[in-house]
């Protein structure tokens, strides 16, 4: 595999470059499943079932062996390169969608992928120490440094460890040395050689330790944490708008005189002809796409309003810690929770000014 993967290349100006495997799948097989799909309703609805399971699939097995991937990053960017493509070659040519809106899909499509590319950037890795690994090593007690599954000790000004290990994380932040006053949340990582600040964590995909990491996402392969957040929550609300708005104007295209919800389920003459069947297909795919991404958005608003991240409500879950509210949707930790207003007021505030140490880093 590795073999393969590294003779893919593509020629270029400056010698040939060379192309991860993993961004071809993707490029090639969503036209394929999408265009059989439309050949006849039993196959659209076998394909579409299917596919959100494959997806998954790769994504727990990827997950588990904890590899960092470039399909999903593929899957998304092609799913809307190639659903706005089949638009105007489908859907704009039949004379129901006026220049106005076509123009105002266009620019929810550009603004969330340039809120995309915000989110891309420096999630906020934390600096790695200039020393190499070892002269770190060779400057921390040995005896105040107990070993964790996931390379997280704690070191206390007594050198006895702070947390206890759990699963690979560390439960409750480990006291650090005298040089940090009493009452500082910190914890140590081996894995970086540094000290993390409060709410800080390591991703084992990235292999970095990120300012308040949310979860490591896939969609964008990167971390979001506290330089991202928002470009994130961005990104994802753009998406929703934007899709929501290009299912509805193909629908009343598809299906004249039917609100979308009722022609979503029953369009009678979706299969009267080709291009209204690669329409309809395209429309419930993107349905099915902007469901699991509204779910995402849901999750990441009902967090952000209680002040809690994603790795936090995962901790909490498992050292038993923290409140299910609203069904299980959210974990409410009470550690950092000051109220709707207070919360987003946080949130909205994030990555405006240089790190530094606040109210939060305080038990």
């Not at 050198?159 to 005298?178: I, L, M, P, Q, W």
Request: proline share 5%; charged share 15%.
């Amino acid at each position: 595999a590795d073999t393969v993967a590294d003779r893919v290349r593509v020629p270029w100006f400056a010698g040939a470059v060379k192309i991860k495997v993993s961004l071809v799948p993707p490029l090639v097989l969503l036209p394929v499943f999408l265009h059989v799909a439309a050949l006849h309703f039993l196959l659209g609805l076998v394909i579409l079932t299917s596919l959100p399971v494959v997806v998954l699939w790769y994504y727990y097995l990827t997950h588990r062996r904890k590899e960092r991937t470039l399909f999903f990053l593929s899957l998304g960017l092609f799913s809307l390169g190639y659903m706005y493509y089949v638009f105007l070659q489908e859907v704009v040519p039949r004379g129901h969608v006026g220049h106005s809106q076509v123009v105002a899909l266009t620019g929810g499509l550009v603004l969330m992928l340039a809120a995309l590319s915000r989110a891309k950037k420096d999630p906020g890795y934390l600096p790695i120490p200039a020393g190499d690994e070892k002269s770190s090593q060779r400057g921390l007690p040995n005896k105040g440094v107990r070993g964790s599954s996931n390379g997280l000790h704690g070191v206390t000004p007594s050198g006895a460890a702070g947390g206890r290990a759990v699963n690979g994380e560390t439960k409750g932040y480990s006291r650090v040395s005298a040089e940090e006053p009493e009452g500082v949340k910190k914890d140590w990582c081996t894995k970086c050689q540094l000290v993390r600040p409060a709410r800080a964590g390591h991703c084992r995909l990235c292999g970095r330790c990120v300012r308040r990491l949310d979860h490591h996402c896939v969609w964008i392969n990167s971390c979001v944490g506290e330089q991202n957040h928002q470009a994130f929550i961005l990104a994802l609300s753009f998406f929703m708008l934007t899709s929501v708005y290009g299912i509805t104007l193909t629908l009343h295209t598809v299906c004249r005189g039917r609100t979308p919800f009722v022609a979503l389920f029953y369009c009678p003459g979706a299969y009267s002809d080709y291009s209204s069947a690669l329409s309809f297909t395209c429309v419930w795919y993107c349905a099915i796409v902007t469901a699991g991404m509204g779910y995402i958005l849901v999750i990441q608003l009902l967090n952000i309003s209680y002040n809690v991240t994603e790795r936090e409500a995962r901790l909490a879950l498992r050292d038993n810690t923290g409140r299910r509210l609203l069904g299980g949707l959210v974990i409410d930790t009470g550690q950092y929770n000051r109220g709707f207003l207070c919360n987003w007021g946080h949130f909205l505030s994030l990555g405006s000014s240089p790190p530094q140490r606040s109210a939060e880093d305080i038990v």
